[in-house]
């Protein structure tokens, strides 16, 4: 049976998959760094780590989390000091790397921890070993970590095996799900800038998800933290786990086309992403075969030379001039959304 871990009131491995991005302001400077916090956490994020290198950021911690709107998690590599301190200050979980963390350090990390009852995240990535080590190598270093923990005296882990590539990634996670029933975070390291970082993240992150694997995600990209929500929410609908959200599907356009199809589903897109509800939207370049291929639409649009096809799985519901047809359909969308 697959354990639930508690951050404050906020499961891991209940079965919704969470996402999670990590701030890249000074995390001594409470201030930037919970403007961040408020920006991810309106973007959709369900948890926030911040990193703690030292004790400015873990006295931090304690302003931090008063005011964050999300449990906060804290980064620990090296000193362990910050993460004593990050823990008395109201910290939700800490994530550390067994390998970069010294024997007393770590036993003084688990100690508190178990006090505090806060969970940790074993995250071992592959960069941070000394050798070049296989995916199998990698999970038996993440579960003798997950062990020395337990024998510690704490239990209320999450496990992570990150590499920075897609294939090992996939290969390490899957042999780790089979042997472990601690939630796991998924997600490649430095996977790189948005365009690769994501394919990569979507190739591996995705292979995992579509298997039933991983319970909170992360897709590391390198720049703003905001667009880690987005893509990681973008991943969770083109994996089927995400449902409740408008579909904007849209023909690839031909000779036959007579409106913008690209800049309409693409302003359609963006005015409905804050709508929780399952429907399907298409914009189609032409009455001739628009309103036959969009027949699985909810509501769609079928382009003609001045006026266009308003229609409805397939029914004509009104026609409307070009300029009219971005208000046409954002207002059917708004009354359905409202319903
Ligand atoms: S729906 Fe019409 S415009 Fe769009 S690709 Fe098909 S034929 Fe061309």
């Not at 354990?3 to 991005?21: E, H, M």
């Not at 083109?238 to 599907?249: M, Y």
């Not at 709508?275 to 914009?283: C, E, P, T």
Request: proline letters at 5%; one cysteine or more.
């Amino acid at each position: 049976m697959k354990k639930v871990i508690y951050l404050k009131n906020k499961p891991i491995g209940d079965g919704k998959i969470t996402i999670q991005s990590m701030t890249n302001t000074p995390t001594c400077d409470a201030e930037k760094t919970l403007s961040q916090i408020n920006a991810l956490a309106e973007a959709g994020a369900d948890f926030v780590r911040v990193s703690v290198p030292d004790l400015a950021s873990a006295d931090a911690v304690k302003e931090i989390c008063l005011k964050s709107p999300l449990p906060v998690i804290g980064d620990i590599h090296f000193a362990y000091e910050p993460a004593l301190r990050a823990i008395e200050n109201g910290i939700a979980k800490i994530r550390i790397n067994p390998s970069n963390m010294p024997e007393k350090g770590l036993k003084a990390v688990v100690r508190m921890c178990a006090e505090y009852k806060v969970p940790i995240r074993v995250g071992v990535n592959k960069g941070s070993v000394k050798k070049n080590v296989t995916p199998q190598e990698l999970v038996s270093l993440t579960l003798d970590a997950a062990k020395k923990i337990e024998d510690l005296g704490w239990d209320r882990l999450v496990l992570a095996v990150k590499t920075s590539d897609p294939s090992e990634t996939v290969k390490a996670y899957r042999l780790l799900y089979e042997k472990t029933d601690y939630p796991l975070h998924i997600g490649l390291t430095e996977a790189g800038t948005p365009k690769y970082g994501l394919l990569k993240s979507a190739i591996s992150i995705g292979s995992l998800l579509i298997d039933g694997i991983g319970d909170t995600v992360r897709v590391s990209l390198t720049g703003d933290p905001i667009q880690e929500i987005y893509a990681a929410k973008d991943l969770l609908i083109a994996c089927g786990i995400e449902k409740n959200f408008v579909d904007v599907i849209s023909c690839p356009t031909c000779a036959r086309t007579e409106i913008d199809v690209e800049n309409l589903a693409l302003r359609i897109q963006k005015l409905t992403s804050k709508i929780k509800k399952s429907l399907k939207i298409a914009v189609m370049g032409c009455v001739v075969n628009g309103i036959g291929e969009g027949k699985s639409a909810d509501f769609g649009v079928a382009g003609g030379k001045k006026k266009s096809i308003i229609f409805a799985k397939g029914d004509i519901l009104k026609t409307v001039p070009n300029e009219e047809i971005e208000s046409a359909l954002i207002g059917l969308i708004e009354e359905y959304a409202d319903e």
